[in-house]
């Protein structure tokens, strides 16, 4: 089994290069080709025999696009193939602060929420690092633009990958691969409260979002079984103290589903557990996935939540839906490829 190259820390191609006999400055040599092109071939700074050597034990691996589908509004939403033949998404946005790329952790998903598309079949696997750099450099080379702001809202659960998901967060940040500031990275999680703490003695500039989706103990176990193992109140400490130990806002994402948690007393809970401007509250509209029927909130209904929060001074704001016209909820794309096949 040849190693990704993709996937490994300057320290490590260091190292390597030093196991080989070689000196460790040639790392400068090798790090920022790494992420530039597509084979060791064409690493002309190193030497043939370098070169050679390096590839009977590693690769640079490259992701296929096996489709994509392109937005009105700019964005682009790939399905990737793995060299195992799985499937994962990325979804390419474009904001005035710069463009963004929503990258998958897993194929599949463990966690079970009742209204995301990819957790339906389960988790297959979890992504290396070298397989979530690869969703960026592959967006990259596609579109034609830098992405310059990462969101890991894709297929899977960030934390239920730890170390890969760290690992990438290192080598993403380095200033030879892409260079992406953890100021314009966001880390989102279903609520898995041991990691949450087990990030914060990291203490990373990146900004953690939650999944919260309900604000009571009974609603949010009906709709995410995460919360039958770590409930609310041990969430909502865990994020207090996250934010007591990184001196980060943590942002709370809140899709809103008709007649289910966009009530007055959903919205009165979340003033009364989230005080003092320390969060900010994402509204979505939660979007249709053909296997489930939850109904998305009006946009007038959502409105008067959003300003309820706001009146009361929670920070709330309605997430502007992007890609409206093409498959743009999680995992859609993945389940009709998997049905498809199966057919
Ligand atoms: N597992 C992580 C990250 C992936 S999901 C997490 O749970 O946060 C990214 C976001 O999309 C989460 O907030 C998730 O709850 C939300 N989401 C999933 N399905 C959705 C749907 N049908 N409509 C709206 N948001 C959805």
Redesign the pocket.
């Known amino acids: 089994m040849k190693t990704d190259l993709r996937g490994l820390t300057y320290t490590e191609i260091e190292n390597l290069l030093v196991d080989m006999g070689e000196a460790k400055f040639r790392a400068k040599q090798l790090y920022p080709a790494i992420f530039k092109v597509d084979s060791l071939d064409e690493v002309t700074t190193l030497s043939k025999d370098l070169r050679a050597r390096l590839s009977e034990n590693f690769y640079i691996g490259n992701l296929e696009t096996e489709s994509k589908q392109q937005s009105k509004d700019g964005t682009v939403k790939f399905l990737f193939k793995l060299h195992d033949g799985n499937f994962i998404e990325s979804v390419f946005m474009k904001y005035h602060h710069g463009n963004t790329l929503c990258v998958s952790s897993q194929v599949g998903?463990l966690?079970g929420?009742k209204?995301?598309?990819?957790t339906i079949g389960g988790k297959v696997r979890d992504l290396s690092s070298a397989e979530i750099m690869e969703q960026i450099i592959a967006a990259q080379r596609d579109t034609g633009e830098r992405v310059s702001n990462i969101v890991?809202?894709?297929?899977?659960?960030?934390l239920d990958n730890f170390s890969n998901v760290m690992k990438f967060l290192e080598i993403v940040n380095h200033p030879d691969t892409l260079n992406i500031g953890l100021r314009h990275i966001s880390l989102?999680?279903?609520g898995i409260v041991p990691k949450i703490y087990e990030l914060a003695e990291r203490n990373l500039p990146i900004t953690l979002?939650?999944?919260l989706?309900a604000p009571f103990n009974d609603m949010r176990s009906n709709i995410m079984p995460v919360n039958k193992k770590y409930p609310l109140d041990t969430l909502v400490t865990a994020m207090y103290d996250y934010i007591k130990k990184t001196n980060r806002r943590i942002s709370i994402?809140y899709?809103l589903i008709q007649g289910k948690n966009d009530t007055p007393e959903c919205a009165n809970e979340l003033v009364r557990l989230f005080k003092n401007g320390l969060f900010h509250i994402n509204l979505?509209p939660?979007?249709?996935?053909r296997e489930?029927d939850?109904k998305k909130t009006t946009s007038d209904a959502t409105k008067d939540f959003c300003e309820r929060l706001n009146k009361r001074g929670l920070n709330a704001t309605v997430r502007r839906e992007l890609g409206a016209d093409i498959d743009a909820?999680?995992g859609q794309l993945r389940r009709k490829k998997q049905e498809n096949i199966s057919k």
């Open positions: 998903c966690m929420c209204f995301c598309a990819s890991m809202m894709g297929i899977g659960e960030p989102s999680t279903c979002s939650v999944s989706h994402e899709a979505i939660v979007n249709n996935v489930r939850y909820a999680c």
